[in-house]
């Protein structure tokens, strides 16, 4: 399938990340969150995934890995500094596919209203392609996070997709839905454990 390879970016880490979850304490003092868990998809695939986020100061850094049943790993990082003026991030971010294949991003994050961040930016592929893509993500409910975006290539074919994330503690689950440019929708459902602790203070 010609969409497959962004696909499989796309389903592993997203875009811009779900920074909602920490953008409403960005400000508030330095915080780690560290993630494992697992992941199935609907196409039969399965693995393990861990993240790390650090927040501190009104900027949010993030860092992942995954692997895959058959032992492939990739990576992802991403980036967003937080202006508390204006309601608005930078974010910038590469993914690295088991492959060695690297697909980086930027775009802009909007606090439009009490629990609601759109994303806008742009997607560049290993190969010099890129795609933009929009997104809204809503708190819904206390621990919960719903995430709409849509991924444009340069041919005008779209990736629309869907995202509950839901915390409850110290742990939680994600689920994504994902339907390609030929009207095929696929799932990935993943379940982590979540510890939550306070960055050292900075060295006099």
Known sequence: MKNEPLFK????????????????????????????????????????????????????????????????????????????????????????????????????????????VTESGTLTRANGTQATYTATDTKVAPGTWDKTEVVTGANGKTIDRTVQTTVDGNSGSRSVSTTLPNGQTVTRDAVFTQTVSPLPAPTP
Do not use: C, M
Request: charged letters at 10%; proline letters at 2%; glycine letters at 16%.
């Open 9 to 116: 970016i796309i389903a592993i880490a997203g875009i811009a990340g779900v920074f909602l979850a920490f953008a409403s304490a960005a400000h508030a003092a330095g915080k780690e969150i560290t993630r494992t868990g697992t992941y199935t998809t609907s196409r039969g695939g399965a693995g393990t995934l861990s993240s790390v986020t650090t927040r501190s100061g009104g900027v949010v850094n993030r860092q992942g890995t995954w692997t895959n049943a058959a032992g492939g790993s990739g990576s992802w990082q991403s980036q967003a500094n937080w202006n508390k003026a204006t309601q608005t991030a930078a974010v910038s971010g590469s993914v690295t596919r088991p492959n060695g294949a690297i697909t980086t991003w930027q775009g802009t994050d909007v606090r439009t209203a009490p629990g609601v």
